[in-house]
């Protein structure tokens, strides 16, 4: 028994120093991940506590809470407005990107520019009334010099019309075939003497008058930023001041076209004037051609003719530039005014109806011969300072 006793007293005590050792173990192994995961639980706060101390010692930040701050609910309300705002503004900003973009690839694709237009960053901060385009040809000097001599200012009272009243005017041409060649001089030499031409990136031809208003109006637009643009023959005098007032009548609509609206016939027949070779887009024959602005003397606002400029490339040009611009701005959403003062006017003296009539029309058709007829209808009236006034009776 005292045999068994002992040997059993020995077992129980090398289990008991095998129990302690593990115990040390575990202590051990305790005290040392204890050390690891409290120095990483000091890591986080304590670079937290830095950043928070950084930001408050810096004096260039102010941190408040919303629920301290009594005008937090003012400055939201207002923020929402201004995103309100801002949502109207984005499109517009869009389309001025775009006109600029179109513009400088104009240049780049060799656009010319006459020589009074050098500084154009400057007048594109300038805003302007409307500019009048006058379509002109080579061969038309006299019609130029007969309304250089009637309606349209020169020289420094051009300037002071367009630095007053926001009204340029200026004549609107390309170049030859052969650019540089005599019909080019003849052109510069005219511009160095009156300076009132805007030369376009374009080759002149009769049957290229479609793609030459598209180029007008997207030049246009590059270079003034005005409420409307207005294209008008070379043998139409224009009264300035009724043609004011009436464009005055819509200057808060976005997107106007303003003109004596017509819808003539389709020509389909070969070698008569208007002749249409694509007639059969608008049915069979004896159609009539949808409403638009006679060629004579229209005008669209600014941002119709941000639209041409961005569109230039792929609008359609039809035979008559009359037609192609209506064609341009049918499907938009445009208010098509029909004004029968821009309709062509008659001479004084002709009656309707045994009286004359008492409105004043602000264009007079010139046809052929009459050009010198028109220099004498001029009046020595003033509406603005420099701007003589003619009054004529349709």
Avoid at 15 to 30: A, D, E, F, P, Q
Avoid at 296 to 301: D, E, R
Wanted: proline residues 3%.
């Amino acid at each position: 028994m005292s045999v068994k006793s002992r040997g059993m007293g020995g077992g129980e005590l090398a289990k008991n120093v095998m129990s302690r050792n593990w115990v040390l173990l575990l202590c051990l192994g305790s005290f040392c991940a204890g050390m690891l995961f409290t120095d990483r639980m000091w890591m986080v706060p304590e670079t937290k506590d830095m950043v928070r101390t950084s930001r408050l010692e810096d004096p260039g930040i102010n941190i408040k809470s919303e629920d301290d701050d009594p005008q937090f609910k003012v400055i939201q309300r207002s923020s929402n407005d201004s995103i309100g705002e801002l949502n109207k503004t984005i499109p517009k900003l869009e389309l001025k990107s775009r006109a600029a973009r179109a513009a400088h690839g104009s240049a780049r694709d060799g656009f010319s520019i006459s020589g009074n237009f050098k500084n154009i960053e400057t007048k594109m901060k300038r805003k302007y009334f409307m500019v009048i385009g006058i379509n002109t040809a080579f061969s038309s000097r006299k019609r130029r010099d007969s309304i250089r001599a009637t309606w349209m200012p020169q020289g420094e009272k051009r300037k002071k019309l367009e630095e007053e009243k926001g009204i340029v005017i200026r004549f609107v041409i390309g170049h030859s075939s052969t650019s540089g060649g005599i019909l080019d001089k003849a052109i510069k030499a005219e511009e160095m003497l009156h300076a009132d031409f805007l030369q376009l990136d374009h080759v002149e031809g009769y049957m290229e008058l479609s793609t030459k208003t598209k180029t007008y109006f997207s030049t246009a637009v590059a270079l003034w930023d005005a409420e409307f643009y207005i294209k008008v023959d070379d043998d139409v005098h224009v009264n300035l001041a009724t043609l004011g007032t009436t464009l005055a009548r819509h200057r808060m609509k976005p997107r106007v076209y303003i003109g004596c609206m017509k819808s003539g016939p389709v020509v389909a027949r070969k070698g008569v004037r208007y002749h249409e070779p694509e007639y059969w887009k608008f049915g069979g024959v004896g159609n009539r051609y949808f409403r638009h602005a006679t060629g004579q003397l229209y005008g669209i606002s600014k941002d119709l003719a941000t639209y041409i400029s961005i569109n230039q490339n792929v609008l359609h040009k039809y035979a008559n530039e009359d037609v192609a611009l209506g064609s341009w701005l049918i499907g938009l959403d445009v208010e098509h005014v029909d004004d029968r003062r821009l309709c062509c006017g008659t001479p004084p003296g002709n009656t309707v109806s045994g009286r004359r009539r008492p409105e004043t029309s602000v264009l007079l058709h010139l046809i052929g011969s009459a050009v010198g007829f028109a220099s004498q209808l001029k009046e020595s009236q003033t509406f603005t300072s420099g701007v003589v006034r003619m009054s004529v009776l349709c």
